[in-house]
């Protein structure tokens, strides 16, 4: 990254995590989200470049992509006009001032200030005499607007004359308009101007499989801070940057042409723009003017003028700024974290932020988006939902519940949530594909809820299967379902099929366990987590994931104990057909592949020729037993068949097979192949023995690390591209999965060493995760955590991250030892010395059982982590007994704390660590 203008650190401002950045202008992929629930989507640059939508058909600024960023047809702008400055850009963003960006004496300084959730651009401009202020937020109300509040002042020492005028271009329709029918579709446009600005309403959603009626109104609006009205406006791009002018250096103001009495071209039909001219006003020296710009995008005409009787105020805005402000710092501290260590603890309240965000934007509509058409992945929805779900458990019940309503009974799933509730798309191109990573997620973060609240019923709610023409994997087509037949699951004789929660993990996972490659192994599919390897669906088989299901498969036994257990039952239902791929009814050997794809096969054959829907009680302690073979039996299979003594002297285990049947990882001729992933799922899930993870870690990093910006690497270089593994191959090393310091996995991997008691090791990982994206001069990005570190230490797709909710989870859950076990409280703290504060303390907030915690660990001896044991637990100030492994944790069992907490909202728990 190539800054060389004056200040490139960000720093903190408050305790809350607010930072200022002098001089960031100059960077080309910054950028701070602006939105809100309502659904309105934006970004913001330093210099107000950014797009705003509230979905794919909606676009309210022209879309872009990163390197658009900069794209002026998609910034927002205020320009001033002045005898003394001439056009003048609050923003940056005229000719003139932009001619002047790169010389020595620029007269300007920049200061970017970012909080939850508002972004403010500070100008100050000694030479022409004007200093801005504008402020760049979305109101929490149901309104789907960005504002923006605008200040000027005079900082000259005598009175200057300027004249203001806004520049909001409306892009006002489709993303897919932009190459399909661009032209066209700004002819169906209508523009219908008010008093404080316009509004466009397309004629229709053009739309060649079938146009549509339109009821999207795009608006902006501008009204001075004691509610002045603009004496006129340019609303069509045409008017505003006259022939031969660009949106730099548009006529209206360069000339400072007063507003058209009379049009000078049509207004329909053409490409618009809120584009308001306020009246010239005369700033004494010091003297501060206001104006609010109010943008959206909305169904209901009576919404847009309401937005003034809601912000259009000086009054109003500032309370409507005040609102959002708690409000966003209300949901970054529900968990929130205070070690010695105060710029973690600032940093985390970011990463808090971003699963939020991913369930606002998806992984589209900021500019670094992986699939942008909206809508949210599956597996990414899951992982949000480890996150969302420690901040807000009650909240997330039923997201979790309705979105089992995706999965097939072949075990794959539709892969696109839509917006609300149980929605649903198969896949967002209408590919027929299964990513076999899939299946563990629904498990595995319900299974987070349930240790949290203790409500391990909710895998027994019942819930129908999705129906497709998809069967079997994908690897056959369902013709005789037609969309008319609906999506969920009938039985033969046509009745909609329900099964609880736990029936539809186990049809996941038992498919899973049988569907296997030639060395056994689960098949990689269409891909797993690596989206990238995505070319070896025939004989490419996936090690890591393999392991993820082993494990996954051991603790759903473990909970079906504790379900028996609680609701004192011995059996539950399933339907028939599952159980063929229990070992309830007979067994195959789990040694032969080809047994086990036998008897999948037998079972695609049952559900697809007259599913019964009919049930059976199976004996729990006998499904919970067979359940903890097969997955045994995985993890038995990776330790002893994919562990490689490569001829480097390291050890490490292999990753894949191709499409070829052959090993990925290894000694080749070219080099020495390694993946961080198979390293992280061999060591979280249990499979490596503590011999294979000292190994495997040494070897990571060994092989692994980045030796410029010391991250962990998801891979080594992939070899020649022989298409037999996937589109991995074709991306530039150091970049995305193919090379870069993946964080995702580099949290997991994290996760998975202190899960296995490996402290120092897992916190020697997290010094880089923290370490990269705050080195600011090279990452470029504001505080948080980006999907991955480029090999140049840049920080790249910032925000729409999995890694922040596994980050804020693995702090929570292992850093701090703060989680729950079917509703019994675990504390089992892995802080190592350093990051306790000077009194010896390291503290939390955080839910448990539905009461809000906080959780304080003294260490007054100062001892480290391997020195300390959990000396005494106080609850709200009462000493309480507990069981405990060697004092290196404790558990408080649910039924003790219920009655603790009884009528509390919230608690303290203190622990005392000691020799
Ligand atoms: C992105 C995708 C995620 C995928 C990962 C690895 O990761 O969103 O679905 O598993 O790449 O291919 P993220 O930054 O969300 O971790």
């Known amino acids: 990254m190539s800054n060389n203008i004056k200040n490139v650190k960000w720093v903190y401002t408050d305790d809350k995590g607010s930072f200022e950045w002098k001089n960031p202008h100059t960077l080309n992929q910054l950028y701070f989200p602006i939105c809100n629930e309502a659904g309105i989507m934006g970004s913001v640059t330093p210099t107000l470049h950014g797009d705003a939508t509230t979905g794919q058909h909606s676009f309210l600024r022209l879309p872009l992509v990163m390197t658009d960023l900069y794209n002026t047809r998609s910034a927002r702008n205020f320009w001033v006009y002045s005898d003394r400055t001439g056009a003048y850009s609050l923003t940056g963003n005229s000719a003139k001032q932009l001619s002047e960006l790169f010389t020595e004496n620029e007269k300007t300084d920049v200061t970017i200030k970012g909080t939850f959730l508002a972004h403010t651009l500070i100008r100050e401009d000694r030479e022409a005499g004007i200093k801005s202020e504008i402020i760049s937020f979305a109101p929490v109300t149901d309104d789907a607007v960005e504002i923006m509040w605008v200040k000027v002042t005079n900082i000259s020492g005598e009175a200057i004359t300027l004249t203001p005028t806004t520049a909001l271009p409306l892009y006002g329709r489709s993303a897919d308009s932009q190459r399909d029918h661009n032209h066209w579709t700004s002819l169906a446009h209508r523009i219908e101007m008010n008093d404080y600005g316009l509004e466009v309403k397309p004629a229709i959603m053009h739309d060649e499989r079938g146009h549509k009626p339109n009821s999207t109104i795009y608006f902006a609006l501008a009204i001075g801070e004691n509610k002045e009205k603009p004496v006129g406006q340019f609303p069509t791009v045409t008017e505003f940057i006259g022939e031969g002018g660009s949106f730099e250096w548009p006529r209206a103001v360069v000339a400072n042409i007063p507003p058209y009495q009379v049009p000078p071209n049509r207004r329909d039909g053409m490409e618009a723009i809120g584009a308001m001219r306020f009246e010239a006003a005369v700033l004494a020296p010091g003297e501060t003017r206001g104006y609010i710009l109010i943008e959206g995008v909305t169904q209901e005409k009576s919404e847009v003028l309401r937005c003034l009787e809601r912000y259009g105020s000086a009054e109003k805005v500032a309370g409507a700024l005040e609102e959002n402000m708690n409000y966003w710092k209300g949901r970054v501290e529900r968990i929130s974290f205070k070690t010695g260590h105060e710029s973690f603890n600032k940093w985390m309240r970011w990463v808090a932020l971003q699963p939020i965000l991913r369930k606002i934007y998806g992984n589209s509509f900021l500019p670094h988006f992986d699939y942008g058409r909206g809508g949210r992945g599956w597996r990414d929805l899951w992982q949000d939902c480890l996150a969302l779900l420690l901040q807000s458990p009650e909240e997330m019940k039923d997201t979790l519940t ?440 390291a503290a939390a907030h955080a839910f448990f059982l539905g009461k809000r915690v906080e959780l304080v660990y003294s260490n007054p001896q100062g001892l480290d982590y391997e020195d300390y044991k959990i000396a005494g637990i106080k609850i709200d100030g009462s000493a309480i007994s507990f069981d405990t492994d060697g004092g290196k944790s404790a558990k408080i069992p649910k039924a003790a704390l219920e009655q603790l907490l009884d009528g509390k909202d919230s608690c303290t728990v203190q622990v005392v660590l000691g020799k």
């Open 402 to 841: 309705a979105s089992f309503g995706g999965v097939r009974l072949d075990g794959s799933n539709a892969t696109i949530i839509e917006k609300g509730l149980g929605r649903f798309a198969a896949d967002r191109n209408k590919i027929s594909r299964v990513w076999m990573d899939h299946g563990i997620w629904p498990y595995y973060t319900t299974r987070l809820y349930a240790d949290q609240t203790g409500d391990v019923e909710v895998f027994f709610t019942e819930l129908p299967y999705w129906k497709d023409h998809q069967i079997s994997r994908a690897k056959a087509r369902d013709n005789s379902w037609k969309p008319a037949d609906g999506t969920q699951q009938k039985t033969v004789s046509g009745d909609v099929y329900c099964g609880s929660l736990l029936e539809h993990v186990l049809v996941q996972h038992l498919t899973c366990f049988h569907n296997v490659g030639d060395h056994n192994n689960l098949k990689l599919e269409d891909a797993d987590w690596n989206d990238l390897l995505d070319m070896a669906n025939e004989k490419g088989e996936t090690v890591p994931f393999s392991a993820f299901y082993g494990w996954n498969l051991i603790t759903i036994a473990q909970l079906l104990l504790q379900y028996k257990k609680v609701k004192k039952t011995e059996t539950i239902p399933l339907f028939k057909e599952l159980i063929a791929l229990t070992g309830l009814n007979g067994r195959v050997d789990y040694n032969s592949a080809a047994d086990k794809r036998k008897r999948l096969e037998k079972y695609f054959y049952a559900v697809n020729n007259g599913f019964s829907g009919e049930k059976t009680e199976v004996e729990i302690h006998l499904l919970a037993a067979d359940l903890t073979e097969m997955g045994n039996w995985i993890l038995k299979h990776v330790r002893e068949n994919e562990w490689i003594e490569s001829k480097t002297g390291y050890g490490f285990f292999n990753g894949y097979y191709n499409n070829d049947g052959n090993r990925v990882d290894g000694d080749h001729e070219d080099c020495t192949r390694m993946n961080l992933t198979a390293q992280t799922f061999a060591i979280m899930s249990g499979a490596a023995t503590d011999e294979q993870i000292k190994k495997a870690f040494k070897a990571a990093k060994a092989i692994l690390k980045d030796p410029d910006t010391g991250g962990f690497r998801l891979t080594t270089p992939l070899g020649p591209n022989t298409l037999n593994f996937g589109r991995g191959y074709a991306v530039v090393y150091g970049e995305k999965e193919t090379g870069g310091t993946f964080n995702h996995m580099v949290v997991m991997f994290m996760n998975g060493l202190y899960k296995r008691g490996y402290i120092k090791e897992a916190y020697e990982v997290f010094k880089t995760i923290y370490a990269l994206p705050n080195n600011t001069e090279k990452a470029g990005i504001y505080p948080g955590i980006p999907e991955y570190i480029s090999h140049e230490g840049r920080g790249m797709y910032h925000y729409l991250s999995g890694s922040a909710s596994w980050l804020l989870m693995t702090v929570l859950t292992e850093m701090f030892g703060f989680r729950g076990e079917c509703g019994d409280l675990v504390l089992a703290p892995k802080l190592v010395k350093e990051q306790f504060d000077s009194n010896g303390t």
